[in-house]
């Protein structure tokens, strides 16, 4: 099996609490050369304090890498201590914000009526949301991941058009891989991604879900990132550990590049 070409490959770094701006900075400037040419498109979620610098720093590379949040409040402003604004982040340059990633679900306690209410507020600013969804070890054991990605999907697009559900990004990243070093098998990936698609198919119609890009996360390394991304219904990656490091991230972008290349080819030879 190989990648569907209709789709863009989106490989997305997640930094969590990593980085100062000085680092970020530093980071992108080493990056930016290396992925002049690539075909897969770069996304970074940065922490809220590096995103205006990086995003100045970007502009002067005339560089296309794509700099997002990792979190953001529901509300347009408001008393709420510590929080974040949709229209505060795109004012900083923020084009994407990631959304119910796991350990906002789990270490925050964020539900689903939550991460429903922070999509919309994405999409009316403007805000690209890259949502995560995905199941524990304990619901995978009790064989509940059709029901808890079904439910994952449904609440967060509730009331949302087929317009908006195509300018989103999904990721289906299995808790019990994240941080562990543990994978999901090829086997396991492909079954979940075309369950979630399917799920998308009956939200938003069978066109949006075959053009809507679903990202894998967990444990993602050079090692398992071409198997990972030859999958059918894989279109990119989400990274977290992995993306710390510009040699590591970067050899992981190369690798996506070739797989997309090779299927192009494919593609060109069949056709
Ligand atoms: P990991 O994190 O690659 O370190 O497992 C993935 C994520 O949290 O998005």
Redesign the pocket.
């Known amino acids: 099996m190989s990648q569907n070409l209709l789709r863009p490959t989106i490989i997305a770094g997640?930094w969590k609490m990593y980085k100062t701006i000085e680092e970020a900075k530093s980071f992108v400037e080493t990056l930016a050369p290396l992925i002049k040419r690539s075909q897969a498109a770069v996304y970074l979620a940065i922490p809220f304090t590096a995103i205006y610098s990086t995003v100045q720093c970007l502009k002067e590379l005339k560089s296309s890498l794509v700099l997002g949040a990792q979190n953001m409040n529901d509300a347009t402003e408001g008393a709420f201590t510590g929080e974040i604004a949709a229209t505060m982040l795109k004012e900083a340059g923020a084009q994407f914000v990631i959304l119910g990633?796991s350990?906002r679900r789990h270490v925050f306690h964020e539900d689903d009526a939550l991460i429903h209410r922070k999509v919309r507020r994405a999409l009316m600013e403007d805000l690209q949301p890259l949502l995560c969804i995905g199941e524990t070890l304990e619901q995978r054991e009790k064989d509940e991941v059709e029901r808890v990605l079904s439910h994952q999907l449904r609440s967060a697009l509730a009331d949302l058009s087929p317009e908006e559900i195509s300018r989103m990004i999904f990721a289906y990243?299995p808790v019990w891989?994240?941080?562990t070093g543990k994978v999901a098998t090829p086997d396991e990936a492909q079954s979940a991604h075309a369950l979630c698609r399917s799920i998308l198919r009956e939200i938003a119609g069978s066109e949006i879900a075959e053009k809507v890009v679903i990202q894998y996360?967990?444990?993602?390394k050079p090692e398992n990132a071409t198997d990972i991304l030859s999958l059918e219904d894989i279109d990119g990656l989400?990274?977290?550990?992995?993306s710390l490091s510009v040699e590591t991230f970067s050899q992981i972008l190369s690798l996506a590049n070739k797989v997309r290349s090779k299927a192009l080819k494919k593609m060109d030879v069949t056709t």
Request: proline share 0%; no cysteine.
């Open positions: 997640n990633h350990e990243e891989a994240i941080g996360g967990g444990s993602v989400l990274i977290g550990g992995a």
